[in-house]
């Protein structure tokens, strides 16, 4: 498969034939925001939601459910490259406030559950998957599948993807989303 081109949201500039290497790297797989916003009217994401690029409440009407994005990033076979996806996870309240208060100090180190909120290209059941959130200081969160829940993500954590599936992956966004 030849490299893929994208234009890239962070540096502003179009990358032509990325490889995944750590010069010509892919582009990452993001999401706008969790599923459960996207499913929801545009009245109700101005009334009942407030976000950024990185946080997101949701007013459910009987309590708030919170979301956060981070890094979850799989090995691809045959050499260093990653195929790095940055989802959004649904975690407790309190876990949320915890991370929000201490976001900026250096030494913080934040260790809880949550379940995927993003629906990944590969995974079409990945909503709910239950992961543990790393968030180390002032980076941002790190997502590892829970290693017992069963889903098919776990063993591509522990054992990684083909090169091949990790370009599908990234084309298939691409095409999602003209944008890139």
Do not use: K
Request: charged share 25%; net charge negative; with cysteine.
């Amino acid at each position: 498969m030849p490299g893929i081109d994208y234009d890239c949201a962070g540096c502003g500039r179009r990358h032509e034939g990325a490889d995944g290497t750590a010069a010509n790297p892919w582009p990452l797989i993001e999401f706008g925001r969790p599923e459960a916003f996207l499913r929801m009217s545009p009245w109700e994401q101005l009334m009942r939601t407030r976000s950024t690029d990185e946080l997101c409440l949701i007013d459910n009407g009987r309590s708030v459910d919170c979301f956060l994005t981070g890094f979850l990033s799989l090995a691809v076979h045959g050499g260093g490259s990653r195929l790095i996806y940055v989802p959004w996870v649904q975690v407790e309240e309190n876990d949320y406030l915890d991370l929000v208060e201490h976001w900026e100090h250096p030494r913080y180190r934040g260790d809880f559950r949550g379940t995927l909120a993003s629906e990944l290209p590969g995974h079409g059941d990945s909503l709910s998957v239950p992961v543990r959130v790393s968030a180390p200081g002032r980076l941002p969160p790190v997502i590892t599948p829970e290693a017992g829940c069963g889903h098919p993500l776990v063993e591509e954590a522990r054992e990684g993807v083909s090169r091949r599936e990790a370009e599908l992956r990234i084309r298939s966004m691409l095409l999602d989303d003209p944008q890139r």
